[in-house]
């Protein structure tokens, strides 16, 4: 039926396995056996009440991370998420048929702060250690320069689609002005990691959702550092900006697409 | 005739499946330790509940409610087991889920450290901290508050507050839990436990095994005597075989309305 999707050849006839990942990586997309999964984060509570090892609430950095994050790509014109939006976009034959699966986070100094609280209440840092973290990662991600975007990557199929080389990505602002990375930093990671946390609600679909998710789901982390500002000067993004899409384009084949829209005002209301 | 008799059972039967088993509270002489040991339960009445799958027993003082799980079902222990054992504490003596507890907090309670680069970013030592946090909220308690979307990890075994123990003992898994009274100092929506004279108790049971249990009581159940008369197993028909031949009918949740004793 197709000689060839994506640059990789395809059998004729998909065999059991290649159906069961097309699957998992339409459930993984679709948000299914994600359901409730507690957010939390440490607050500032007393430690005989409130506080416990470990809190949550609306402020908490799980909640933070989970608005700044958009997910998008493989088998999915729509999501779950009430926060973001992300499409798939080729020939008739290729749409919804996006090898990646992508969730990229807007790594913004709100969120950066949270995270550096989070990771301090967890290794019980000084105020001194969380003073020297804190730096320590506003230096080495330079946020004040980069938009710092992070992003997963997976793909229920094989890990060649996971190398940075097949792909062009890129931001676009509302005028359709695109940025490329300045910098890229990968973070490989092993078969078998899933991203998402089993539920309290729904045991046995999140059960199996998770094993065959560990058992196909190939993933990678990478950083992608894009301009904070225009050649001119202006912020890439600006305060009235209301969008920002990431878009990622196979780089011999501009018709196997995919993109994710993070809404910036929602992310601001917070 | 008989259609009108027919409907009227129906509908009797009907009613009273929606209602809720009252519970007296025992009043706990001193603290009770939280440990899944059922000894200090020997003399506590347990009511039971799934033909003997599940036995509840409470206590309380005026500081914390103590509520005992005893569960004989083999196949039902080896899902709570796997999964954990999820409570709802409604402070008005109803059924609302808005409060619930979860022991132990296990994958729930995990997190995706490497994410945004935050992992990276710890020293050698940070991260061993860290590690050792990760695995003390796994064995923690997790209680989530959905009105407010607030949820805390508390230490399993920690001396005040939210506590929970869980143990095997002569083939019955016991869970223990300590669910202070004050409960709106831990939750900012959540209301005091018992300024109603009584508390809604709910054991999540639906979902664990729809296609193991077979007849369903819901939310009747029976008083019993202290489970130290009744020999080793804990008798009373907590160990019976399923029933029902595996009938795939849906498991309710029990919920008991517990009336707080007073000192005394």
Known sequence: MFGS????????????????????????ILGLGA????????????????????????????KLWQERTISFGQGSDRTGFPSFSGSSVGDRSERGAFPLILHATFMDSVLVEAGSQEYSRLASMTEGELKSYRESFLSAHDISRYIYIWIELQTPLSEEYLKLDRWTIFLEDEQKHQFDPIRVVEH????????????????????????????FLVAKDVEFYF???????????????????????????????????WDLSNIRKH | MK?????????????????????????????????????EWKDAPFVIFEDGRLALSVENDSAYLYLACRIGDATLQRMIDRLGLTLWVDPEGESSEDLEIHFPAGRSAELRLSRGGFWDNLTEEQKARTSKQIEE?????????????????????????????????NGLLIYEFRIPLDTQKFFSRAGALGTQGKVGIGVKLSGLRERQ???????????????????????????????????????????VSVWLAGAK
């Open chain 1, 5 to 28: 999707v994506f640059g990789l050849p395809v059998r004729n006839r998909l065999s059991f396995r290649d159906a069961i990942a097309w699957i998992v990586g339409c459930m993984s």
């Open chain 2, 3 to 39: 259609p009108i008799i027919c409907t009227f059972l129906f509908i009797v039967s009907f009613v009273l499946s929606g209602c809720k088993e009252e519970v007296r509270s025992t009043w706990a002489q001193s603290p009770l330790k939280i440990d899944g040991d059922i000894e």
């Open chain 2, 137 to 169: 909220m796994r064995t923690g308690i997790l209680v989530y508050d959905k009105r407010g979307v607030e949820s805390h990890v508390y230490p399993s075994r920690s001396a005040r507050g939210f506590a929970a123990g869980a143990a095997m003992s």
């Open chain 1, 35 to 62: 359901g409730y999964s507690p957010t939390m984060s440490y607050p500032q509570a007393k430690p005989e009440t409130a506080g416990g090892l470990r809190s949550s609430s609306l402020e908490s950095f799980d």
């Open chain 2, 213 to 255: 249990i077979g007849s369903s009581s819901g939310g009747s159940g029976r008083a019993i005597g202290p489970p130290g008369r009744r020999g080793r197993g804990g008798g009373g028909g907590e160990n019976r075989p399923p029933i029902g031949g595996e009938s795939g009918e849906r498991t309710s949740d029990v919920w």
């Open chain 1, 188 to 215: 490989p990671r092993e078969r078998g990691v899933a991203r998402r946390q089993p539920t309290s609600e729904d045991e046995t679909g999140n059960l199996l959702s998770e094993r065959l998710q560990e058992r």
């Open chain 1, 227 to 261: 301009p904070k500002y225009h050649i001119q000067g202006e912020p890439v993004v600006g305060s009235e900006m209301r969008r920002l899409k990431l878009v990622v384009v196979q780089s011999s084949n501009p018709n196997v697409r995919a993109e994710g829209t």
